[in-house]
């Protein structure tokens, strides 16, 4: 009934071609419309991390309202004079009026008057000078080689203009803070503003002989979008030129591609304008996905033109060949459609928004491409078949690829199945050696600068530019957090209003001690002055107040730079282990991707059981055989435990974007063997006779899906790249054992076993 009814509406949209076609175009106006409205593009990885989480909600926060979180970092590296001529340079030039609604001011040096006056309360000369120390100064007793030599810990006794740049110890790297007007979230001027700041840097530091980058997040931010933005376009045009000339070589007409392409384009536009409604935004995970899309959604009119051809071959009738087409293969093509979206709507049911999305735009996609297929396709294909010239030569797929596999399958079906199975379990049981990548820098773009110059940071500077935050609602608060942060080893340094505001207790005993000490600090020519009273928030200059106050004042922020990199597990685990005791507050991204990653793994494993499970029932009443059913399923079970075995051989490591692509190869993979198994059952033929005829389409299928997740490979992002190699991997296999091990398995249980593969209630 099913097949009939879709029979019967492709016939009438193929005698009625204008109706069909302005119904087809109106839709599609409709959502170019609304994609051009209403549909958001980030491609950053902030744009995947758990919105919902608390420690992103803070970053977020910090990010919108701490413009120190923000901040550009200029590294300079060269001689000591040129560094410091330098950033005087950039200082000048952000600082001009020509960046005013770029950069908000530059910060190259220390408050050298206001440290100079308030030194003594700022250093923690209790350490220092303990009552016995002071006892034996104040009495004579102390000699002047041990009390210089207490001094030397402060410094220089002498200080230069230089001493107050942000200089490394030996004074061959310098840092420059850019506090930019714009944030990581200001997606639409990130990358033009971030552009311009690194021309300026890079220009003077040309002209002053040295050598100079920026960094941090708004950097690392500019950088991926750029770097995800061009891999995408190249992943586009490989995947769209190789499907089109794939298409040219298996049908030998120069239309058929472009007939093919017709509904596939459609569908995508189709499945943009759903997204902007349902989603509203194109993430990097989303919008891999629609590359991945043209791969996928092809195969819907690979299917229903090899029908079509095939009809035509008989007695070249256009109207009969639409119908006994649509109704030959009508079964197949929809339930693996149905199935696919399926297994992708499952993602759904995870707790994360980033594979939620990923599931509603995936689903609606192969709906999308579905459907367009079914409504461009009869009315695109031309009435007849070689307008009079001789009949299409025989597809080379079929000629020296499937009849060859299914004739050998006929003859050599127990060898088969013995070894496809034996490959697939012995493969399967390396499966426990996959590891996941715990570095999310290692899923970045190889070579960026930006990300580079944070490893120079922690080589010259001793510390990294990626830190943590902490949102503090008073000054006490921090300072009583800072206090016990400080010793931690796994801590570089700690940024905070507390530097220039310690506690007062701790003040009043600085003082003291400065009031003893004050008469050889003169002789000694140390240049601290004594303050003659304590430092209170009004005291601290207002550049310094904004660095860690929020735009409103309510807050301010913490800052803990480590003393390794923390993108390095190893190194992250043990810092977090060292704060978590004393706070549960700190938030950065080298949290937020540990979260991720859990999020995704834990999400990725339910969405791939739930795919299966709900594949498994459309099969089972679809096929309306519970034996069907479960045939269908294995080769897609041995395919997966396949692709982990050979992942965990080859150190395949398993990251937050291509584990969650695992419920997408379920979905993806089950439709090969759906063919297979329908065309076998419904034309009750030999098995060398299905894998000729449906082998050809499901071959070619398999290529077009391979090579729009193969185009991810090429990208510089290592996260698309690795992406690209599992979904390849995954589809390959899916092919591989469905051609081999499921038609062979099919011909054992209906011709040797003798057990009914057709619906209920059918003989």
């Not at 106006?29 to 992103?56: D, H, Q, W």
């Not at 700041?197 to 500019?222: F, H, Q, R, S």
């Not at 500077?461 to 503090?472: A, E, K, V």
């Not at 679809?622 to 897609?636: S, V």
Request: proline content about 3%; aromatic content about 10%; glycine content about 6%.
């Amino acid at each position: 009934m099913k097949r009939k009814t879709l029979a019967d509406l492709a016939l009438w949209e193929a005698k009625n071609r204008k109706k069909t076609a302005v119904l087809g175009i109106t839709m599609t106006a409709i959502m170019i419309i609304l994609t051009a409205l209403f549909l958001r593009v980030e491609f950053t990885f902030s744009s995947i991390m758990p919105a919902n989480g608390e420690k992103v909600q803070d970053l977020n926060r910090i990010i919108d309202e701490f413009p120190q979180a923000s901040t550009i970092i200029a590294v300079i590296e060269g001689e000591e004079e040129q560094i410091v001529k330098a950033a005087k340079e950039m200082k000048i030039a952000l600082e001009n009026e020509e960046f005013e609604q770029i950069v908000s001011s530059v910060d190259i040096s220390l408050e050298k008057d206001f440290l100079l006056k308030n030194g003594i309360l700022l250093e923690p000369i209790e350490e220092l000078f303990s009552d016995e120390i002071l006892k034996s100064l104040t009495s004579g007793e102390i000699e002047t080689a041990a009390f210089e030599e207490i001094l030397s810990t402060l410094g220089d006794t002498e200080f230069s203009e230089n001493d107050f740049f942000y200089l490394n110890k030996q004074k061959d790297a310098g840092l420059v803070f850019i506090h930019p007007t714009f944030t990581a979230n200001d997606i639409m001027v990130l990358k033009p503003y971030v552009l311009k700041i690194d021309k300026v840097v890079l220009d003077i530091a040309e002209a002053n002989g040295v050598v100079a980058g920026i960094t941090g997040m708004n950097v690392v931010a500019k950088d991926e979008a750029v770097t995800s933005e061009q891999g995408l376009v190249v992943s586009t045009l490989i995947a769209f030129i190789l499907i089109i000339l794939l298409l040219a070589i298996n049908f030998r007409k120069k239309s058929f591609p472009v007939i093919a392409a017709i509904p596939l384009i459609v569908g995508i536009i189709w499945t943009l304008g759903l997204t902007a409604i349902f989603v509203n935004r194109l993430n990097l995970m989303t919008a891999m996905y629609m590359i991945a899309l043209m791969g996928i959604g092809i195969d819907f009119s690979i299917h229903f033109i090899t029908a079509w051809i095939q009809e035509m071959e008989k007695d070249d009738n256009f109207y009969d060949a639409i119908y006994n087409g649509t109704k030959r293969s009508s079964a197949g093509i929809i339930t693996g459609g149905v199935t696919s979206a399926a297994a992708f709507f499952a993602l759904t049911i995870s707790s994360s928004p980033l594979v939620k999305e990923l599931g509603v735009v995936a689903g609606l996609g192969i709906l999308c491409e579905l459907l367009a297929a079914f409504i461009f396709l009869p009315i695109l294909l031309p009435k007849k078949l070689n307008k009079g010239s001789k009949k299409i030569k025989p597809a080379l797929f079929e000629k020296y690829v499937t009849g060859p596999i299914g004739i050998f399958v006929a003859k050599n079906t127990y060898l088969t199945i013995f070894f496809m199975l034996a490959v697939g379990v012995a493969l399967s049981s390396f499966a426990g050696k996959i590891s996941i990548q715990t570095n999310i820098m290692e899923m970045e773009a190889k070579g960026l600068k930006s990300i580079e110059l944070q490893d120079r940071m922690v080589e010259k500077f001793g510390q990294s530019p990626d830190g943590l935050f902490i949102i503090s609602d008073s000054v006490e608060n921090t300072q009583e957090i800072v206090s016990k942060l400080k010793g931690i080893d796994e801590i570089g340094s700690i940024d905070s209003i507390a530097t220039f505001l310690p506690k007062k207790s701790t003040q009043e005993k600085r003082l003291a001690i400065g009031s003893q000490i004050k008469p050889y600090l003169m002789n000694f020519g140390i240049p601290f002055e004594v303050p003659s009273s304590l430092l209170e928030k009004e005291n601290i200059p207002d550049s310094i107040i904004q660095q860690y106050f929020s735009e409103d004042g309510k807050y301010n922020l913490i800052t803990i730079t480590p003393s390794q990199n923390c993108w390095e597990k190893e190194n992250r685990n043990k810092l977090t282990a060292a704060i978590d005791p004393i706070t549960d507050k700190a938030t950065g991204l080298i949290l937020i991707g540990d979260q991720l990653s859990a999020i995704a793994g834990r999400d990725g494993i339910i969405a791939s059981f739930a795919a299966l499970f709900v594949i498994f029932l459309i099969l089972f009443f679809n096929f309306r055989n519970l034996w069907t059913a479960i045939l269908t399923m294995l080769p897609l079970l041995l395919s997966i435990g396949t692709l982990f075995g050979i992942m965990g051989l080859t150190d395949l490591k398993f990251d937050f974007v291509n584990i969650i692509s695992i419920p997408l190869v379920i979905g993806i993979g089950i439709d090969d063997a759906v063919h297979l198994s329908h065309r076998f059952i419904s034309q009750n033929e030999k098995i060398e006779d299905t894998v000729r005829f449906i082998g050809r389409a499901i071959l070619l299928t398999t290529l077009t899906t391979a090579i729009g997740f193969a185009s991810f490979i090429p990208s510089v992002m290592r996260a698309l790249s690795s992406t690209g190699i599992v979904l390849t991997l995954a589809v390959s296999l899916t092919f591989i054992f469905s051609i081999f091990f499921h038609s062979a398995v099919l011909k054992v249980a209906r011709d040797k076993l003798k057990i009914n593969l057709s619906p209920w209630f059918m003989k």
